[in-house]
């Protein structure tokens, strides 16, 4: 029995390794690119104080009137959703989730104490959260 030219050069099991370098580089390139998209869109979270003004109840919607950088909005959630607070009137620190991130079909928000502001750059303590609204402009 003869042995072929490819089997004398082992090109055979070379090419399947190579093929399977090939999927673990591609495979991990992925992997690092979406970690990365994922470490953007965890990052573009904008954070602003708000003051809400006044509260209402309408047809089990709970209505938070505020005003960010001088501006009217409200916040709005679902009365017996675990999430959602019938704030007092006061100042808060609101945290704006990336587009299509969160509980509601909306720019979804988190509020938080405005004492748990610590810096620009880190996130506030997800158990000192208060509650977390639909963002509507008026």
């Known amino acids: 029995m003869k042995a072929t030219q490819n089997e004398i050069r082992g090109e055979g099991s070379l090419c399947l390794v190579g093929a399977h370098i090939k999927k673990v580089m591609v495979l991990f390139l992925l992997l690092a690119f979406f970690r990365g998209f ?7 979270q904008e954070k602003s104080y708000i003051t809400v003004r006044g509260s209402e109840l309408n047809n089990g919607v709970i209505i938070l009137d505020i005003l960010k950088a001088g501006k ?18 006061g100042n ?9 991130f969160g509980m509601y079909e909306c720019r979804d928000v988190e509020v938080y104490p405005e004492s748990v502001a610590t810096s620009d750059t880190s996130s ?6 208060l509650g977390e609204y639909c963002l509507i402009e008026k």
Request: hydrophobic share 30%; net charge neutral; aromatic share 4%.
């Open 124 to 129: 506030p303590d997800k158990n000192k959260k």
């Open 38 to 44: 994922g470490a953007a869109q965890t990052s573009a």
């Open 72 to 89: 009217a909005y409200q916040l709005q959630c679902n009365q017996g959703a675990s999430e959602c607070t019938n704030l007092e009137n």
């Open 92 to 100: 808060y620190l609101m945290v704006e989730a990336p587009r299509n």
